[in-house]
């Protein structure tokens, strides 16, 4: 069963599920267009774009495409730029579409070349990374990095479908497969009665196999979380702020590691861990969940703790340059065990440096 993000006028279906790539063409068909632009990687391109192609050709679209370099640094307007000029080149009109193929870094940059291409056209996201299948592909959050900062450019604009095909998820290098766990266990953690949390612990062995029938169950529940908030608040204007959990500690540490120490979802786990113990301290997270949380993002492979030492006042004031602190003050999200994460929390150095020295117990 597909997912709805129900936005209004704007509703759109999330699809998960084993060999999508195939029924590309059908889905695209359906939604209407007969041009497409189709926008990858050059790691994404080579396993997968003949395929969606051919998907596409056989349903008698017309297809156009680009690959673009891969990696964070390319997400760039001078990506945007290709892409809009392609789309030109290749005779897209208002009724044509882009196809971004790849993880966030494509999606963020094919949704803003389509809100922005003759002032908005169609777009569809088939999200090839974990991180992008249960994140960066719902919601709409669209853009681009400036050399001051990330993100600092961009528009809110839905796609008008989602297809996540698991089967592309079995070539992800094996880092980049456990960084998108960082934000499955936020998930868990933002919204405790979805039972996610003890869902990744009972099925350990299928998360290491990467089991298609489990992760199709994961990335659908995930999606139904991210689904029911950014649905209830679509602009982040109070609600989906909760979906910056471990996201304040995590932007600053990889700002210090100048985004190359730390993949996003290693810098995510480690504020997450801090969030939790600044949690477990005001009583609101209790001392089980704080373990779980714990262990599993060991089991994850992902890191309790930063590679090296950090002074906890360089790292405290970097929290302050994410462009999410409003008038100099910096909000905080915490986990609680038994409701809904909290947002609009103020925490003080203290307890912050607090926080560090804990990541460091237990070794
Ligand atoms: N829009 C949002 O709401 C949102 C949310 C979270 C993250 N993001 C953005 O997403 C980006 C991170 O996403 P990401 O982790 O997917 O990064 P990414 O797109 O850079 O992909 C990670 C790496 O994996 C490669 N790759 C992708 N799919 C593959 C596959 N199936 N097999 C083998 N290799 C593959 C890519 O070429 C890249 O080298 C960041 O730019 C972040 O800002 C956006
Ligand atoms: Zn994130």
């Not at 889905?27 to 632009?37: A, I, P, T």
């Not at 989602?162 to 089967?167: R, S």
């Not at 199709?216 to 979906?243: F, H, P, W």
């Not at 995590?250 to 120490?261: D, F, N, Q, V």
């Amino acid at each position: 069963m597909d997912i709805t993000i129900n936005i209004g006028l704007k509703s759109y279906p999330v699809v998960v599920g084993k060999d999508l790539l195939n029924l590309l063409g059908v889905k695209v068909s359906q939604l209407g267009f007969k041009k497409v632009l189709l926008v990858t990687d050059s790691n994404v391109g080579p396993l997968y774009l003949k395929t969606a192609k051919q998907s596409l050709i056989k349903e008698g679209l017309d297809v156009a495409q680009i690959t673009l370099p891969a990696g964070e640094i390319y997400k760039t307007v001078a990506a945007i730029e290709l892409i809009w000029e392609k789309a030109l080149e290749s005779g897209l009109d208002r009724q044509s579409g882009l196809i971004a193929l790849g993880g966030g870094v494509v999606g963020d940059l094919t949704g803003f070349a389509a809100a922005t291409f003759l002032r908005g056209i169609g777009f569809i996201q088939v999200p090839t990374t974990l991180l992008s299948q249960v994140d960066a592909s719902v919601g709409g959050k669209t853009g681009f990095n400036l050399r001051q900062g990330k993100n600092l450019v961009g528009a809110f604009y839905q796609p008008q479908a989602v297809i996540a095909d698991i089967v592309t998820l079995m070539s992800l290098p094996e880092r980049e497969y456990y960084n998108g766990y960082a934000e499955i266990v936020k998930h868990g953690l933002i919204i405790p009665s979805s039972g996610l949390l003890d869902f990744l612990d009972e099925n350990k062995d299928k998360v290491l196999k990467r089991e298609a029938t489990f992760l199709t169950e994961l990335v659908k529940m995930n999606v139904a979380i991210k689904a029911s908030i950014v649905t209830q608040d679509e602009k982040e204007k109070g609600l989906r702020s909760l979906l910056n959990l471990g996201h304040t500690a995590g932007h600053a540490l990889e700002e210090i590691g100048s985004y190359k120490t730390y993949y996003h979802g290693e810098a995510v786990a480690i504020g997450l861990l801090i969030a939790c113990s600044i949690a477990l301290e005001r009583g609101l997270l209790n001392e089980k969940t704080y373990l779980q949380v714990k262990n599993l993002l060991q089991n994850l492979n992902l890191p309790l703790r930063p590679f090296g030492d950090i002074d906890p006042k360089i790292w405290w004031e970097k929290t302050f340059s994410d462009k999410k602190s409003a008038s100099g003050i910096v909000y905080w999200v915490l986990p609680t065990s038994d409701y809904q994460a909290l947002y609009g929390q103020k925490v003080d150095f203290a307890e912050f440096r607090k926080a560090i020295a804990s990541l460091r117990k237990g070794d």
